[in-house]
């Protein structure tokens, strides 16, 4: 049987000198919980309120390898990938409304 897929994803703060990596199979309900400030302490403390990286993984497992490498990473590795992804650093939030 096949497990419900999953994104690994990445918040950042207004200045981009905050990263939080994270893994969820509901993309946009989780950025609305970022925004709101809820669901993370550690979102609280540094207001990581903006998108700026994600994947889509067929299987949520794989979602959550992604996210365990990525956490494992230095800062210049990150800041790469992610500008890679998206060069002008924007909060990508407004993109995901039909990935529910």
């Given at each position: 049987?096949?497990?419900?897929?999953?994104?690994?994803?990445?918040?950042?703060?207004l200045s981009r000198t905050v990263?939080?990596?994270?893994?969820t199979s509901n993309l946009y309900?989780?950025?609305?919980?970022?925004?709101?400030?809820?669901?993370?302490?550690?979102?609280?403390?540094?207001?990581?309120?903006?998108?700026?990286?994600?994947?889509?993984?067929?299987?949520?497992?794989?979602?959550?390898?992604?996210?365990?490498q990525i956490k494992k990473w230095?800062?210049?590795?990150?800041?790469?990938?992610?500008?890679?992804?998206?060069?002008?650093?924007?909060?990508?939030?407004?993109?995901?409304?039909?990935?529910?």
């Amino acid at each position: 049987m096949r497990g419900k897929g999953g994104y690994t994803y990445i918040m950042s703060n207004l200045s981009r000198t905050v990263l939080y990596t994270g893994v969820t199979s509901n993309l946009y309900g989780r950025v609305y919980d970022h925004k709101n400030l809820e669901g993370s302490d550690f979102t609280k403390m540094y207001k990581c309120t903006d998108l700026v990286y994600y994947e889509f993984h067929e299987r949520i497992e794989s979602a959550i390898e992604r996210e365990k490498q990525i956490k494992k990473w230095n800062r210049l590795w990150k800041d790469r990938m992610i500008k890679r992804f998206n060069p002008d650093l924007r909060d990508l939030s407004g993109e995901i409304d039909d990935m529910i």
